[in-house]
């Protein structure tokens, strides 16, 4: 049971950890052109995909 839960955790960290990867490849991927066109600021869309895929607690 422990062991299950265990892998379980390490499981969703790896699937957490892949989606924040996919989506700090797509903002560094912008240009800052394209930043400017959106009136966006990396760093910001960098920590708002964190919070999105780690939660809250993640700032």
Do not use: P, T, W
Not at 4 to 21: T, W
Not at 40 to 54: L, P
């Amino acid at each position: 049971m422990i062991f299950a839960s265990i892998i379980a955790y390490f499981k969703d960290r790896m699937a957490k950890q892949a989606e924040f990867l996919r989506l700090l490849d797509e903002i560094n991927s912008l240009s800052d052109r394209d930043l400017r066109d959106l009136r966006a600021d990396r760093m910001e869309m960098i920590r708002h995909a964190r919070q999105q895929v780690y939660g809250a607690q993640a700032v």
